[in-house]
């Protein structure tokens, strides 16, 4: 099933029971944390993602099916995520998958693509918003949080990186450092680990024997951001990509995570 | 249960929910996802004594939805844009017939110039064409909305069109409750055609009627989508208690209670609206929102209600009738008709042009000190327009106006002549 779920049930339908240990679960009662006690994240130091690494109180919904909620997440106003590629370099499965895992985490998410008249090599362009409350709004990213750039040559042709917010994400799939690619003023103004290049087309060679570098960013975005986690992201691999293909990419995306890991501070 | 699944992918799930023996459809973007999920749910043998007929056209699919549904069986297909139009003598002779098929349209502009993007031009069309017409909010509403139109459409005798919109609702993976068969089955009872071809007992549908009665039928479609707004709440009621959810019904109002200006809508744009407006409550303008579900039957009575003692209105369409304006917006001006006020009607979102809350915001800023132009397009480069109606001043051979303005922004480089 495409995008189907293994029942009510907290048990995971996949063998990766490991990372699936490394949630804890909160008690029942804090599920009735009101929400709206929480304030938000936004206006707490550190802006919109304090809320991702923040402390406790937990704030956990139930109703996804997965239950892989992170207990030590607070309230999220919004998370917005942008990915560039080009046409059959899955920009839009990547969003997809990636609001599975903020789904399989207990979040609200919405992914949708540009809708232009995609195909195979040209511009394309898709989005993902991850929010504690319903998602309502229907305009594209404008003013990302967090930029995914899948082909580097797009530097080039589309101007990836208008609305950036300050101090927003960008993970750009290159084995050339920002400086190289002529971004060393913009590694500049978004502070402190905020720019990265991974290699992850080589990474998908690596490991899936194609070079399909899609999911292999999201393992790298989710170490970077800590908008999701791994194991929440390989649920939702495994689910889109059964069999040898959700385990290759599994393995890819894993290599990817760990990879951003030893390169910026880890979130907690 | 609760899913992350894509708006297509949910609404097939919701129609297969609702046991239909025929499904007959053409596919066409933005609608086709939906029907190649429901043909993979048939081929793997989940919808057992269900017919997927792989048609040659949109008029050989609501043909074949007729035929089917006359000979007592539930009847499914969707479209969308040129393949509505392609349709409509057999969409006409549907409802004329008093036939209860559902048809999901994914909303998408109509050409030429050709345009695969979302508007609600196609659906517009039907507006007179004797169909129940149910306009859906979110994926939740639109997977929701068909349970409900096969009750209504069966209760009825009528056909119900389900307008989803194109990419922005059928192409987004969000969270659905996908209503799933049992409690379908506790919602829908069985269908029992009020007409039916069979054999054994022979009648004929589709008869010649001439000056003599052709009033008094046409008055009783009349009168059974006047019923209908009697049942949609209903059923909107009665879906609510076993699926324990509001969706559908007549119009959704929020914040309209002490509202002085009230932003009028249908379909997906109603989320972005309401976050704008969220946004101004917060600054303290009084200002609400409401939604229009049933386009057809028009509920002019709960719209007037909903409006209330408000001072304005702002249709904001996806469509509008050359020539005139505002389609939505003069119908709310027939619903104000006894005590009129200011309004306004706002063109937006026409072939994909992205709806952004900004430009509301802008746009809203005006209306609300009335100084806003009585029809408005959102968003239109006025530069670009100008640019066009100087060249038809300047050449009389101007040459076709979409391909100049195309050029202008670059988008196809200039002949090379």
């Known amino acids: 099933m495409r995008t189907g779920t293994s029942g009510p049930s907290c048990e995971p339908a996949h063998p990766i029971n490991r990372a699936w240990a490394l949630f804890t679960l909160p008690s029942p009662s804090a599920h009735l944390e009101d929400i709206t006690s929480l304030g938000r994240p936004e206006n707490r130091p550190g802006g919109a993602l304090a809320g991702v690494a923040g402390p406790p109180p937990a704030q956990v919904r139930t109703i996804g099916p997965l239950h892989l909620r992170d207990p030590r997440h607070t309230l999220l106003i919004m998370f917005e995520v942008r990915i560039h590629g080009r046409g059959g370099q899955g920009v839009v499965t990547a969003a997809e998958l990636l609001s599975v895992a903020a789904f399989a985490e207990g979040r609200h998410a919405q992914a949708f693509p540009s809708f232009g008249s995609e195909r195979t090599g040209a511009p394309v362009v898709a989005f993902c918003r991850i929010a504690d409350k319903e998602i309502r709004v229907r305009e594209p990213v404008v003013a990302p949080d967090a930029l995914v750039v899948q082909d580097a040559t797009l530097l080039h042709q589309v101007d990836v990186f208008a609305g950036l917010k300050p101090g927003g994400y960008v993970l750009i799939n290159s084995t050339s450092t920002p400086g190289q690619l002529g971004l060393g003023d913009l590694e500049e103004s978004l502070g402190v680990g905020r720019l990265l290049t991974i290699p992850a087309t080589d990474l998908a060679r690596e490991h899936i024997g194609r070079p399909v570098a899609n999911l292999v960013l999201l393992g790298g975005l989710a170490a970077f951001t800590g908008i999701v986690h791994l194991p929440a992201l390989l649920v939702a691999m495994q689910h889109h990509f059964p069999g040898t293909l959700g385990t290759k990419n599994s393995a890819a995306a894993t290599a990817a995570y760990e990879l951003v890991q030893s390169l910026v501070p880890s979130h907690p | ?417």
């Open chain 2, 1 to 417: 249960m609760r899913t992350q699944i894509e708006g297509s992918l949910a609404v097939a799930q919701a129609v297969a929910a609702c046991r239909p023996q025929v499904i007959c459809a053409y596919p066409i973007s933005p609608q086709t996802h939906i029907v190649e999920g429901l043909s993979a749910i048939v081929k793997r043998g989940e919808l057992p004594g269900c017919e997927y007929v792989n048609v040659e056209s949109e008029f050989a699919a609501m043909s074949v939805a007729i035929g089917s549904s006359a000979a007592g069986a539930r009847t499914y297909t969707a479209t969308a844009s040129q393949g509505l139009l392609f349709m409509v003598e057999a969409v006409y002779n549907a409802s004329g017939l008093g036939l209860p098929i559902v048809m999901t349209v994914a909303n998408r502009a109509i050409g030429a110039p050709i345009n695969i993007w979302n508007d609600h031009t196609d659906a517009m069309s039907q507006r007179d064409s004797g169909w129940i017409q149910l306009y859906a909010e979110t994926n939740q509403e639109a997977a929701d909305l068909h349970v409900q139109a096969f009750r209504i459409a069966e209760e009825l005798s009528l056909p119900v069109m389900v307008c989803m919109d194109g990419f922005i609702l059928t192409h987004a993976v969000e969270e659905v409750d996908v209503p799933e068969a049992d409690d379908v089955a506790r919602f829908l009872p069985p269908f029992a055609p009020r007409q039916v071809l069979d054999p054994a007992d022979p009648v004929s549908i589709g008869a010649m009627v001439g000056p003599e009665a052709f009033t008094e039928v046409r008055y009783l479609a009349h009168d059974r989508q006047m019923q209908a707004l009697e049942l949609i709440p209903q059923v909107a009621a009665d879906f609510a208690e076993v699926f324990g959810r509001d969706s559908g019904g007549l119009v959704h109002p929020y914040l309209t209670e002490d509202a002085e200006t009230i932003v009028i809508a249908l379909g997906s744009v109603l989320g972005t609206i309401k976050d704008v407006v969220d946004e101004r409550r917060e600054k303290g303008e009084k200002i609400g929102v409401l939604g229009i579900t049933s386009f057809r039957p028009f509920p002019l009575r709960a719209i007037e209600a909903a409006i209330g003692d408000a001072k304005r209105f702002v249709c904001l369409e996806k469509a509008f009738s050359v020539g005139i304006g505002g389609i939505v917006a003069s119908h709310v001006r027939m619903a104000m008709s006894t005590h009129p006020i200011k309004n306004y009607t706002v063109v937006a979102g026409l072939g994909g042009r992205v709806i952004l809350k900004t430009s509301l915001h802008e746009m809203l800023d005006k209306a609300v000190t009335d100084s806003l132009e009585a029809l408005t397009f959102l968003d239109l480069d006025t530069d670009l327009v100008e640019r066009e109606l100087a060249r038809t001043r300047a050449d009389r051979r101007s040459g076709p106006a979409a391909e100049n303005m195309l050029r202008d922004l670059g988008t196809v480089r200039a002949a090379s002549v």
